[in-house]
């Protein structure tokens, strides 16, 4: 008998390699057959194949288990994927990683700051089953990648950053659980009005493409700057298309603009707000006439208005800039931006897969630059700043008169 367990493992090792899984069935079911009464056994302790596949093997080569033509397998079988046997995993996943999340927010790719193990531990710290190779498997089917450490130029890595990320992601939270409106605003880059040259590329019939201009002086048409105005769970966002300066005042007319025409009859019994704005800029968190025209449209539509900025050197983060400017960017591409009606119709014209819409509008008032505010009236501010970096976290109550 040890001749015959002998034949059987150099048979074995001679052809396994060469091998599908079907075909190592049979050939275990084979030569327990020729053993015949207890050659399932000793095929087992010889090649370790499981009795199950073995009498499987024996099935199919009598043909009372015929398997269908062209597979291996019977349909269905393997094990069903993690996500199948536990529906909640990857939402569980999304969670874990959305406030983490790193990289360049207008590019297909993302990477986590946290490692497939980590993840792995925090999910079965949940109750889930599953392992760092399947996370793997499922952060690559989210566009995810595995990037290598590297510096980025991002302007200054404040110690503080992914901590005023985390407050950012859960106050947005928070004011969504409550049904009350959470907004991202900014202004995009200044664009000359006339036949320029617009950046991009776009289909025309052969020798059709528009003819623009060599120079980009100012023209005419002088410069618009659009300020967006995008809410972030209803996914719409409002554009106002100034033709003055981009100042504080500006900024919080677009935001009065959105409220008026979009935000209060989406909110009708809303009675506060919470904006994300970036550091800088025309509502930047040191700007004293940002926080005073803030105050008067608190007070206007008696509103409690909270704001968070994002940390120096991370714009980038602000959603507006991949979810609206990223999409009216490629929308206007090789298009030049000949006068103020192509501008707002291309603006208002923006769509995405994700369902955004967009309303447009010119603002021709004037908004000079240089106002000074005065002490007194940051003194007379309803302001109550947050514990954690005042300067970046605060809320302005309604001033009400007496």
């Not at 052809?15 to 899984?21: D, F, Q, S, V």
């Not at 209060?264 to 970036?278: G, S």
């Not at 025209?293 to 800039?321: M, R």
Request: proline residues 5%; hydrophobic residues 35%; aromatic residues 6%.
């Amino acid at each position: 008998m040890e001749d015959v367990e002998r034949g059987i493992r150099m048979r074995h090792a001679a052809l396994a390699p060469h091998l599908n899984e079907q075909q190592l069935r049979l050939l275990a079911a084979a030569e327990a057959n020729v053993i015949g009464h207890g050659g399932a056994s000793r095929v087992h302790s010889v090649t370790g194949a499981s009795f199950r596949t073995i009498q499987r093997g024996i099935a199919e080569l009598s043909g009372a288990e015929p398997l269908p033509l062209g597979r291996i397998r019977k349909a269905g079988a393997g094990r069903k994927k993690a996500e199948t046997n536990q529906p909640e995993l990857a939402a569980a996943l999304d969670r874990l990683i959305e406030p983490t999340t790193r990289g360049d927010p207008e590019s297909g790719l993302r990477w986590t700051c946290k490692s497939t193990r980590t993840l792995a531990a925090e999910l079965k710290t949940q109750g889930f089953v599953i392992g760092h190779v399947k996370v793997s498997e499922m952060l690559a089917d989210r566009d995810y990648s595995l990037q290598s450490n590297r510096k980025v130029l991002e302007g200054g890595d404040h110690p503080d950053r992914n901590h005023q990320f985390m407050m950012i992601d859960a106050r947005t939270k928070a004011f969504q659980a409550s049904g009350d409106p959470v907004i991202s605003v900014d202004a995009k880059k200044k664009e000359l009005i006339g036949n320029y040259k617009n950046n991009g590329r776009e289909w025309f019939p052969l020798g059709e493409a528009p003819k623009v201009g060599v120079y980009d002086f100012i023209g005419e048409g002088g410069k618009v700057t659009p300020y967006g105005v995008l809410d972030i769970g209803r996914n719409e966002a409002s554009v106002s298309v100034g033709t003055d300066h981009d100042t504080a005042a500006f900024a919080v007319a677009s935001i009065r603009t959105w409220w008026e025409t979009m935000g209060k009859p989406a909110y009708p019994e809303a009675n506060r707000l919470f904006i994300t704005a970036d550091g800088g800029g025309s509502n930047g968190s040191r700007n004293r006439l940002w926080k005073v025209e803030l105050q008067k449209f608190a007070s206007d539509y008696d509103l409690e208005i909270t704001v968070s900025h994002f940390p120096p050197g991370t714009s980038k983060w602000n959603k507006i800039e991949h979810r609206l400017f990223g999409r009216i960017t490629q929308n206007w591409r090789g298009r030049p931006l000949i006068s103020h009606e192509v501008v707002v119709g291309l603006i208002g014209a923006t769509t995405s897969t994700t369902g955004l819409r967009v309303r447009a509008g010119l603002d021709k008032r004037p908004y000079p630059t240089g106002q000074k505010v005065p002490d007194a009236e940051m003194a007379a501010l309803v302001i109550e700043r947050a514990d954690f970096h005042g300067e970046w976290n605060y809320t302005l109550a309604p001033r009400h008169q007496s």
